[in-house]
Nanobody, 117 residues
Framework: QVRLVESGGDFVQAGGSLRLSCTPS????????MYWYRQAPGSDKQREHV?????????AYSDSAKGRFTISTDKSKNMIYLQMNNLRPEDTGVYFC?????????WGQGTQVTVSS
């Protein structure tokens, strides 16, 4: 069973930057695709897709993330990253790493990002 651990969440002011990290328990070479999702504050909020990266290197971003966020991997460190620049208060939420590994869809526990205005 693959496990994912996110880190890097913090409290930042608007306009600031953060880099989120996702550490998988198995090789990222085993993943068909890797994603970052955000769940905004509020119990009724669903997780929203922020960024995705396929094994072939194709990326996809939400309209809000385009031009500001970058998903990437470092195979030498076996890490998945989300670089977030020019952060806005509406980026606040819990960020989850999510991967497709064979038949399995795996989620991490999330890391909190809070952006103040």
């Amino acid at each position: 069973q693959v496990r994912l651990v996110e880190s890097g969440g913090d409290f930042v002011q608007a306009g600031g930057s953060l880099r989120l990290s996702c550490t998988p328990s198995t090789s990222i070479n085993d993943f068909e695709a890797m994603y970052w999702y955000r769940q905004a504050p509020g119990s009724d909020k669903q997780r929203e897709h922020v960024a995705g990266l396929t094994r072939r290197g194709t990326t996809a971003y939400s309209d809000s993330a385009k031009g500001r966020f970058t998903i990437s991997t470092d195979k030498s460190k076996n890490m998945i990253y989300l670089q977030m620049n020019n952060l806005r208060p509406e980026d606040t939420g819990v960020y989850f790493c999510h991967v497709l590994s064979g038949p399995d869809q795996v989620w991490g526990q999330g890391t909190q990002v809070t952006v103040s205005s």
